[in-house]
């Protein structure tokens, strides 16, 4: 006998409300684009007094149709972080202590709903790791974005959130947006939220300072691998031997250049003639 594995599609929502979800929460985007803008200036003035570097931190997340996308947080560590966890030192800055317990850090989010990489409701967006885990049917909710908040923001069983999820997709509404937002706002305001900064993501972001921090540091070569010989005769003797063979190469491609050149110009010319040929033929029909 043999076995048989049978499985139902995902349908996604239709064509026409993946259309009005998107107005709504690009409309909601631009509203909070204000509020954003305003936060960012703050975050910078008083990130810039105790880690100089950027504020926004980009990680690598799935998203729509499994696609990779970088999804836009503020940065919560010092630069140095890694080296401060060595030392059991503090590796957060004082405003991004402040982001993660207001839960603003992630704030920055509304950029990529803006691009159309992300949602405000949809699926938790996996980084590579976590999606290479993940089952056919887990995967299959990525017909749709991902989301800044969604059923697993609040629900705290994964089977259930799984079902959820695939009904939300099924049988989409507005409602159950605004309702979801509304939960997850009250989790964020009475501290139950689900959202924690895991191993993973403390990783990522000293990983991206490590980058940012090793992009800075000067390169130093050994001149002394590239010293070539110190003959002054040897040295001269190859200047004049360069500049001879420069002079020669510019006047055998001299002919080749002023050629280009002149086709140039008669190609220039005749277009001009040909727009100006049908600029009197249309005028001369007008009149007629």
């Not at 509203?31 to 926004?56: C, D, M, Q, R």
Request: hydrophobic share 40%; with cysteine.
């Amino acid at each position: 006998s043999l076995s048989v594995t049978s499985f139902r599609e995902l349908q996604p929502m239709s064509k026409r409300q993946q259309l009005l979800k998107t107005i709504v929460e690009r409309v909601f985007a631009i509203l909070l684009l204000p509020l954003y803008i305003l936060t960012s200036i703050i975050v910078k003035l008083f990130t810039a007094l105790e880690s100089n570097g950027p504020i926004l931190v980009k990680r690598v997340r799935i998203g729509r149709n499994h696609k990779y996308f970088y999804q836009y947080r503020y940065r919560i560590y010092h630069m140095d972080a890694e080296e401060r966890i060595r030392n059991n030192k503090d590796p957060h800055t004082v405003i991004g202590r402040i982001l993660e317990t207001l839960h603003l850090d992630g704030l920055p989010q509304i950029l990529n709903v803006l691009i159309g990489e992300m949602s405000f409701v949809g699926p938790k967006p996996p980084n590579m790791n976590k999606y290479l885990q993940m089952s056919q049917k887990e995967r299959s909710l990525l017909a749709t974005s991902p989301g800044i908040c969604g059923y697993w923001s609040i629900e705290n069983e994964e089977g259930k959130v799984l079902e959820d999820e695939q009904n939300y997709l099924q049988h989409w509404n507005i409602f159950k947006d605004f309702a979801i937002i509304l939960f997850t706002s009250l989790r964020f305001l009475f501290h139950h939220s689900l959202r924690v900064h895991g191993k993973i993501h403390i990783e990522e972001e000293i990983q991206f300072c490590k980058a940012i921090e090793s992009d800075r540091e000067p390169i130093f070569y050994d001149s002394s691998l590239y010293s070539g010989k110190e003959n002054s005769a040897y040295n001269l003797f190859k200047r004049v031997v360069d500049i001879i063979l420069s002079m020669v190469g510019i006047l055998l491609s001299s002919p080749l250049f002023l050629i280009l050149s002149l086709l140039i110009i008669l190609n220039n010319i005749f277009i001009i003639n040909v727009i100006i040929y049908h600029r009197i033929t249309i005028t001369i029909r007008s009149i007629r």
